[in-house]
């Protein structure tokens, strides 16, 4: 019922075209989202000066880099949909109403729809609500500028941290396939995320213990990771075992998803019939 996995790749670039197409659309959302990263990048910036005054080297950062680390939190925090949205939202109001039924008999992965879809969205969103506030504040604040292989390691970590995120939003969204209703689990979700991932504070700023939990959970793979590239905390064999975290983070969550979609697929219960 949920489609084959061999479905070829430019279905899966035309369903991410069309995403980043619906996304387009939305003009002044995505004007008033830029705004609003910015002002908070802003206000973020001069906390974190602050803070740094006191302490120069908290978390092993200078004050530079932190300001960095807040300005790749803001223009990360749509991309990976750190508070949901994007199509696993489509997901989950999908099997509220019953349309989910629809899905199931396409002729193509859910799965793979769904992620495709997703992938379309956050690279529209890297693209505006990623790079505008990032320029504002390398004009108010200077920010630290990574080394080349800094540079590609970071983009391959986002792509990553797209991917880990929206598995995990997926499952959540999934939840709706035996409550009829995700919006509980997807608050818990958020604030999860925005704990653990390194938006509220970097995660190594955390006590011992805590930090080391944190630093292990798929959620550090939405900022964390992508910020200790750019910043060369992760460089040579570092980068890559960072980066190779977020792989297996990210093929387990997949299948997970995929264990989890055929379970409901077996005795699905939608709101409506």
């Not at 002729?107 to 992938?119: I, K, T």
């Not at 920010?143 to 390691?153: K, Q, T, W």
Request: glycine share 10%; hydrophobic share 55%.
């Amino acid at each position: 019922m949920s489609g084959p996995l061999h479905s070829p790749p430019s279905l899966y670039a035309a369903i991410a075209t069309r995403s980043f197409r619906r996304y387009s659309t939305y003009t002044a959302a995505t004007l008033a989202g830029i705004f609003t990263n910015s002002v908070f990048g802003i206000i973020l910036s001069f906390a974190y000066l602050a803070l740094w005054e006191q302490n120069p080297t908290a978390g092993g950062y200078g004050a530079d880099q932190a300001v960095t680390f807040v300005w790749i939190g803001q223009a990360l925090l749509m991309t990976i949909a750190l508070w949901s949205g994007g199509s696993t939202d489509d997901l989950a109001e999908r099997i509220r109403n019953g349309d989910i039924a629809v899905d199931l008999y396409r002729p193509v992965s859910v799965l793979g729809w769904y992620l495709a879809a997703d992938l379309g969205r956050a690279l529209y969103h890297f693209l505006t609500r990623g790079v505008a506030p990032t320029v504002v504040g390398a004009l108010l604040f200077g920010l630290v500028a990574p080394a080349p292989a800094g540079a590609v390691g970071f983009l391959v970590s986002v792509c990553l941290a797209v991917v880990v995120s929206f598995a995990i939003r997926f499952l959540f969204a999934s939840s709706a396939f035996w409550l009829l209703d995700a919006t509980g689990p997807r608050v818990l979700l958020s604030v999860m995320a925005t704990f653990f991932s390194g938006l509220t504070l970097p995660l190594n700023l955390f006590p011992d213990g805590l930090r080391q939990v944190a630093l292990g959970l798929p959620f550090a793979s939405y900022i964390q990771t992508p910020a200790d590239i750019w910043l060369g905390r992760h460089a040579g064999l570092d980068m890559l075992a960072a980066i190779g975290l977020q792989v297996a983070w990210a093929i387990v969550l997949l299948a997970m998803c995929a264990l989890v979609l055929r379970a409901a697929t077996r005795k699905v219960v939608v709101q409506g019939g």
